[in-house]
């Protein structure tokens, strides 16, 4: 069971916009920031999204995040079929002095 | 071009030990820390620690703390993991990450990944 949670799949279709949800607590998301990693199966995680809503060089601005009290977003709009991914979401935790993720969305693009 | 490369494939009985190795280059190593991240197969993402390339302070998890040990060599620019008495749901794929620019903490963006090394535990 992770600290974060998140919906196990998320779909549409290319040119649409998905959001994917992240939920937490006081001590995780809402005190810290959030981060986002997208992972091609069979390979690393690649950062997306970092303190909420920055991107690195190199990811689109389709890609969006947000932040709102205990939970947190990402929004892909534009959707392209290599974005068929697993997403996820992940806060430095307080109480557990530690990193926590999400259990993963697995993004299919129909 | 920043890289971590991480070392090959280990096959581990139970109670034994594995160290994974990770080779970073293209950036000034001691200015940055690295984390350990685990993925067991099918399943999300697990923190293990973070040791900083600079001075060797290390940040455990708690599921961890006992049986992880993390080291740096900065005369090669190498962070290891050390995990120790494995047993069968230690099975993964380890995988070391970049941590923050002169972070004195675990937290900050992991924003450079290994390539991963999948440890399998069997007896």
């Known amino acids: 069971q992770s600290v974060l949670t998140q919906p196990p799949s998320a779909s549409g279709t290319p040119g649409q916009r998905v959001t994917i949800s992240c939920s937490g607590s006081s001590s995780n998301i809402e005190s810290n920031y959030v981060y986002w990693y997208q992972q091609i199966p069979g390979t690393a995680p690649k950062l997306l999204i970092y303190r909420h809503n920055q991107r690195p060089s190199g990811v689109p601005d389709r890609f969006s995040g947000s932040k709102s009290g205990t939970s947190a977003s990402l929004a892909i709009s534009g959707l392209r079929s290599e974005d068929e991914a697993d997403y996820y979401c992940?806060?430095?935790?307080?109480?557990?002095?530690?990193?926590?993720f999400g259990g993963g969305t697995k993004l299919t693009v129909l | 071009q920043v890289q971590l490369v991480q070392s090959g494939t280990e096959v581990k009985k139970p109670g034994a030990s594995v160290k994974v190795s990770c080779k970073a280059s293209g950036y000034t190593f001691t200015s940055y820390g690295v984390s350990w991240v685990r993925q067991a197969p099918g399943q999300g993402l697990e923190w293990m620690g973070w040791i900083s390339a600079y001075n060797g302070f290390t940040n455990s998890a708690q599921n961890f703390q006992d049986r992880v040990t993390m080291t740096t060599d900065t005369s090669t620019s190498t962070a290891y993991m050390e995990l120790r008495s494995l047993r069968s749901d230690d099975t993964a794929v380890y995988y070391c990450?970049?941590?923050?620019?002169?972070?004195?903490?675990?937290?900050?963006?992991?924003?450079?990944w290994g390539q991963g090394t999948l440890v399998t535990v069997s007896s």
């Open positions: 990450a970049r941590g923050e620019q002169y972070a004195t903490s675990a937290r900050g963006k992991f924003d450079y």
């Open positions: 992940a806060a430095w935790d307080d109480s557990l002095s530690g990193w926590v």
